[in-house]
């Protein structure tokens, strides 16, 4: 069974850091394109980061220079590391799963075919 869990999210000031991790199960996700998505509270599911199966890697433009995405295949596990963030970056943050395609290097949501439950990032002072 296809299963994404994500943590690491919390409450941090302005300019501060964080790491996102994604937990695999069910499947080897170097095999498959993850991407990281953000919903904030009244707006729509936002791109924030890709990384395909072939190691290509983007980043929406709000973003990036201040995230950086990485995989240990040996762990399974797809992270983002998120630095100078700022109020603008508060949201749930997903990651999630696409089997084949090319929704995820595009940054669109639609497409993604499995989705962790998000864990919340909040950036206040």
């Known amino acids: 069974q296809v299963q994404l869990v994500e943590s690491g999210g919390g409450l941090v000031q302005p300019g501060g850091s964080l790491r996102l991790s994604c937990a695999a199960s069910?499947?080897?996700?170097?095999?498959?394109?993850i991407g990281w998505f953000r919903q904030a509270p009244g707006k729509e599911r936002e791109g924030v980061s890709c990384?395909?199966?072939?190691?290509?890697?983007v980043y929406g433009d709000s973003v990036k220079g201040r995230f950086t995405i990485s995989r240990d295949n040996a762990k399974n596990t797809v992270y983002l590391q998120m630095n100078s963030l700022e109020p603008e970056d508060t949201a749930v943050y997903y990651c999630?799963?696409?089997?084949?395609?090319?929704?995820?290097?595009?940054?669109?949501?639609?497409?993604?075919?499995?989705w962790g439950k998000g864990t919340l990032v909040t950036v206040s002072s």
């Open positions: 999630a799963m696409e089997a084949y395609g090319s929704s995820c290097i595009f940054l669109r949501h639609n497409g993604m075919d499995y």
């Open positions: 069910g499947f080897s996700l170097d095999s498959y394109n």
């Open positions: 990384i395909s199966s072939s190691h290509g890697i």
